[in-house]
């Protein structure tokens, strides 16, 4: 599970590892990520064929919220998706059938670890400042005002068997991890059927580092997000 982490917001960096470029006029996206944090997350363009449609990047509120969600808060619960059950838990499945899918920019994950016998706050990165593309799903959520915002979610599978993973989260819960793409599977992954996606759904085997880090005091910035386009034009 992933409940926290640091998002890429420098534009140098989202061009350089994913080739996006995102809007220079959006609010600014907060420096550590928590439920209904504002992000990064990017999809294809959806102004062109999914065939050939470039990856775009924009801001969305961390914790997916489906049509039927009465209040903001409801994405405190879903920020992660289960791989498992993304294609029939009512707040996920929509997102899931519709191919609604995105990559999330990750500098870095913080994840608990209670190794010494207490709560620690662990960073888990790349080796060498690459940062990480998590597979994730996104939708617009129109609130009872009438103004929409783009949501979005990691998708998680189980990590009891991942060398790093298996050390963190409490003795006794399941191990779960979010889903870290390949950068070569960034495109498949957007473009690819919904019945195919399944395939990107297992744990990362590439190098992964860790280390304690106590989590800074949070800042909350005030901001109103952008209106975003109508829905027909986002998803044809």
Known sequence: MCSNYRPVTRLDRLLTFFGVERAQDEPPPDLDVYPLGLAPFIRLDPDRDPADAPLVAQNGLYGLLPESAVELKWGRKTYNAR??????LPSFREAWSRGW???VPAEALYEPCWESGRFERWRVAQPGDVPLGVAGIYRLWTNPQGARNFTFAMITVNADAHPLYRRLHKA???KRM???LEP???GEWLRCSVADAKRFFRAW???LVAEP???PPRVVIPRSLPEPPPMDDLFG
Do not use: K, L, M
């Open 83 to 88: 791989s498992e059950t993304v294609h029939r």
């Open 101 to 103: 899918r995105c990559i």
């Open 172 to 174: 006794g819960e399941e």
């Open 178 to 180: 979010p889903v870290i």
């Open 184 to 186: 070569s599977e960034y």
């Open 205 to 207: 085997g590439g190098p």
């Open 213 to 215: 880090a106590p989590a």
